[in-house]
T-cell receptor
Framework: LAKTTQPISMDSYEGQEVNITCSHNNIATNDYITWYQQFPSQGPRFIIQGYKTKVTNEVASLFIPADRKSSTLSLPRVSLSDTAVYYCLVGDTGFQKLVFGTGTRLLVSP | GAGVSQSPSNKVTEKGKDVELRCDPISGHTALYWYRQSLGQGLEFLIYFQGNSAPDKSGLPSDRFSAERTGGSVSTLTIQRTQQEDSAVYLC??????????????FGEGSRLTVL
């Protein structure tokens, strides 16, 4: 199983771009990289998923270098409501156990 | 359509009692996961079901914990002889696994267990 390492916490201000990097040195060929967001007292929810290069959706971008040993979640122009814990998850969803890392606690201030 | 449903949303029990937590996954989802989250902590993997295959129980913390999935749908997590350290939010997630690439996990709102 690919182990992930993320910063424990990050601070930002409204309107700034936030980049959260996750390391996953032993990622396997079939593994995808998925990011989840969790608010207090709620279950995590899907943000974005990628396999290689760059993926963009309406809320975030995901950058994955060629060696796939790391990935960066980019949140453009964060707002107070983006304050949450962000988890990087590496694996093949639905076909194996999926182990979450510690997550990154993002605090956005006015 | 309906999301992942978990019940009860809150459960308070006395030490030593047994509890059952229920998860109704999204219809048609073949994969089902249970996680535990203690206050302020990350998600701890407990068990994983995929279709009719034998479940991966490698995350269950002790033999007091068990889970089953009936008919490939509803799952029940049972904790026997509860201890105070079992107090946590128990989260269930399902995944469709219906396309070539990896899919996403759909989480329920969790069952908060408090053992007095």
């Amino acid at each position: 199983l690919a182990k992930t390492t993320q910063p424990i916490s990050m601070d930002s201000y409204e309107g700034q771009e936030v980049n959260i990097t996750c390391s996953h040195n032993n990622i396997a060929t079939n593994d995808y990289i998925t990011w989840y967001q969790q608010f207090p007292s709620q279950g995590p929810r899907f943000i974005i998923q990628g396999y290689k290069t760059k993926v963009t959706n309406e809320v975030a971008s995901l950058f994955i270098p060629a060696d796939r040993k790391s990935s960066t979640l980019s949140l453009p122009r964060v707002s107070l409501s983006d304050t949450a814990v962000y988890y990087c998850l590496v694996g093949d969803t639905g076909f194996q156990k999926l182990v979450f890392g510690t997550g990154t606690r993002l605090l956005v201030s006015p | 359509g309906a999301g992942v449903s978990q019940s009860p949303s809150n459960k308070v029990t006395e030490k030593g009692k047994d509890v059952e937590l229920r998860c109704d996954p999204i219809s048609g989802h073949t994969a089902l996961y249970w996680y535990r989250q203690s206050l302020g902590q990350g998600l701890e993997f407990l068990i994983y079901f995929q279709g009719n295959s034998a479940p991966d129980k490698s995350g269950l913390p002790s033999d007091r914990f068990s889970a089953e999935r009936t008919g490939g749908s509803v799952s029940t997590l049972t904790i026997q002889r509860t201890q105070q350290e079992d107090s946590a939010v128990y989260l269930c997630a399902s995944s469709p696994r219906d396309r070539g690439g990896s899919g996403e996990l759909f989480f329920g709102e969790g069952s908060r267990l408090t053992v007095l």
